[in-house]
T-cell receptor, first 115, second 109 residues
Framework: DTGVSQDPRHKITKRGQNVTFRCDPI?????LYWYRQTLGQGPEFLTY????????KSRLLSDRFSAERPKGSFSTLEIQRTEQGDSAMYLC?????????????FGEGSRLTVL | AQRVTQPEKLLSVFKGAPVELKCNYS??????LFWYVQYSRQRLQLLLR??SRESIKGFTADLNKGETSFHLKKPFAQEEDSAMYYC???????????FGAGTTVTVRA
């Protein structure tokens, strides 16, 4: 499968712990996005990279959240001092260059449960 | 700020019946509208976009700027159409999507 891959698929952690999610986009895609989805809601935008540059961050992304894409390939999303409200599905998506609003290709998501 | 509203959380129809999923948006500029679909145990994927004016899997959607709507329609629903459907909007020349809360469609035999 050459689609977007995310790891881990599921993570259960205790409140106050740090967690890190990884996303490997489709190889030729230079744009990478992180979204968060809670139960009964649609995905909400968190942040966006073009190559290694983080071009936009949502106000949803508190200072406990940090995302990187060091070499313009895979990306990591770290949550420090997790809270129960961080429990959600974290979705990664990628898209090729060209028109800004081309199709987004989503991964299967990383589900976080904070106890 | 832009906003997407899908008023129906659940929609149940019989096979062969027409199905319409409502989507309304608020945005003062010229939006680009999309429908994304998530089938059971599959990832979220694009179904169609308004600029393409295409029919995908028998579905069509027309952008009505006067009513600020982008409803998704199919004249004859099939069991394989059972899925979660999300309407999404992007602003002109923007990279990110704003999604509605989604509508779960169940097509009964």
């Amino acid at each position: 499968d050459t689609g977007v891959s995310q790891d881990p698929r599921h993570k259960i952690t205790k409140r106050g712990q740090n967690v890190t999610f990884r996303c490997d986009p489709i190889s030729e895609h230079n744009r990478l996005y992180w979204y968060r989805q809670t139960l009964g809601q649609g995905p909400e935008f968190l942040t966006y990279f073009q190559n290694e540059a983080q071009l936009e961050k949502s106000r949803l992304l508190s200072d406990r959240f940090s995302a990187e894409r060091p070499k313009g390939s895979f990306s990591t999303l770290e949550i420090q001092r997790t809270e129960q409200g961080d429990s959600a599905m974290y979705l990664c998506a990628s898209s090729p260059g060209g028109h800004p609003t081309g199709e987004l290709f989503f991964g299967e998501g990383s589900r976080l449960t904070v106890l | 700020a832009q906003r997407v509203t899908q008023p129906e959380k659940l929609l149940s129809v019989f096979k062969g019946a027409p199905v319409e999923l409502k989507c309304n948006y608020s945005y003062s500029g010229s939006p680009e509208l999309f429908w994304y679909v998530q089938y059971s145990r599959q990832r979220l994927q694009l179904l169609l976009r308004h600029i393409s004016r295409e029919s995908i899997k028998g579905f069509t959607a027309d952008l009505n700027k006067g009513e600020t709507s982008f409803h998704l329609k199919k004249p004859f629903a099939q069991e394989e159409d059972s899925a979660m459907y999300y309407c999404a909007l992007s602003r002109s020349n923007d990279y990110k999507l704003s999604f509605g809360a989604g509508t779960t469609v169940t097509v009964r035999a």
